[in-house]
């Protein structure tokens, strides 16, 4: 009897780690992600840009009320999410906080892509009268008066007086987005299996792994180092409260995003004819975006829970028996992704899934990148 489990044990370790060379050929095309340099902002990769950035980032003063920062929204240690389904603003907002980790390496921004820069979306947040409903003239004037945050601002860009409102305003934007840029999380334990430690990842991961890249289709969106297509789909996820749709998603963003005050082909863009702002030119608007948004990355997936646009799916575990069954799938005219089909998945196959994605979360930046500086 011994024997025999020794034997059925041996086999399924072997079966758990069976990759073909074209599977491996998939896996390493997953790691490692790099960020790339985002050629829009010029000081993307300044320490002390990104140093007032990050004072920035955690000053409630930013708000009209005084009360709201970015960290409400985006708090460090639950990966830069708020745990919640929709976002609590100035008011109570429409849609789940996205993870900041790893944010750079985004081609739009935004559940919708309304902005094709990471520095366009802190203006945005500001601005918004739910969110933190402040101005730019307010906000500038607290950098002004402010004797930390004044003399940082000089040391990266000059004196504010050099500049106009619009040029300090999109110069304050690119000192937040050079604090992002510094949040990266992409050192996880499938990481350390591509690069070779077959023991950095369970078993169960492994064949979680192997359902991924093979019967589960999974890479149809979520390919490359980044788990993303970088593109928008309706998953056919119930709206949060139930009812029809009603968010246009990525449909009524473009005419926004083309009109942009601080997107990639704007005055203040540091490289207004490059391929971020050429791409944007040439989007049009189609009705089969009504309902679509972002593919998100599935690095950390596991740590930002609730799931989804609008927060609708509560754990991993929602999620994935959503795909599983496609059980109460809604779309916009009967509009529904051709790609997606039920997974019927096993029990044994979703708790391996589970095990895969899990493996994809790497440990929190340092953490003097997760604090107020003062």
Not at 5 to 20: G, K, T
Not at 55 to 61: I, M, N, Q, V
Not at 192 to 201: C, H, L, T, Y
Request: charged share 25%.
């Amino acid at each position: 009897m011994l024997v025999l489990l020794c034997i059925s044990l041996i086999a399924q370790d072997v079966a758990a780690q069976a990759f073909s060379e074209n599977d491996w050929k998939v896996i390493r095309s997953l790691s490692p992600a790099v960020i790339q340099l985002d050629t829009t902002n010029a000081f993307a990769n300044s320490k002390e840009a990104a140093m007032l950035g990050q004072h920035l980032f955690f000053d409630k003063r930013l708000s009209s009320n005084g009360e709201v920062s970015c960290a409400t929204c985006h708090i460090p240690e639950k990966y830069f999410t708020d745990g919640l389904s929709v976002s609590q603003g100035i008011k109570p907002l429409e849609r789940n906080s996205t993870t900041l980790l790893n944010a750079a390496h985004q081609r739009w921004f935004f559940w919708d892509g309304r902005t094709d820069t990471l520095w366009g979306q802190p203006i945005e947040t500001i601005e918004h009268p739910d969110e933190m409903n402040s101005g730019r003239t307010d906000v500038l004037r607290i950098i002004k008066q402010d004797d930390i945050l004044h003399k940082q601002w000089e040391r990266v860009f000059g004196a504010m007086n050099a500049q106009t409102e619009d040029q300090n305003t999109a110069m304050l934007a690119k000192s937040i987005a050079a604090y992002i840029t510094q949040l990266s999380a992409i050192d996880a334990p499938f990481d350390a299996f591509v690069r070779g430690d077959n023991s950095a990842i369970s078993e169960s991961a492994k064949r979680g792994l192997h359902f991924f890249i093979t019967d589960g289709g999974c890479l149809r969106c979520h390919f490359g180092p980044w788990f993303t297509d970088g593109s928008f789909h309706s998953v056919g996820v119930p709206p949060l409260n139930g009812g029809p749709l009603k968010d246009s998603g990525r449909y009524g963003a473009i005419d926004q995003l083309k009109r942009a005050e601080f997107g990639a082909g704007s005055e203040f863009s540091d490289d207004k004819d490059g391929m971020r702002a050429t791409i944007t030119k040439h989007i049009a608007k189609r009705k089969d975006d009504w309902g679509a948004f972002r593919t998100p990355s599935l690095r950390n997936v596991a740590k930002t829970p609730p799931f989804m646009h609008a927060g609708q799916l509560t754990t991993l575990d929602d999620v994935i028996e959503h795909y599983s069954t496609l059980e109460n799938f809604v779309s916009a005219d009967h509009h529904r992704e051709t790609i997606l089909v039920p997974l019927n998945m096993t029990e044994l196959q979703k708790k391996d899934l589970k095990a895969f994605l899990e493996s994809l979360t790497a440990p929190l930046p340092d953490d003097a990148l997760l604090k107020d500086p003062r």
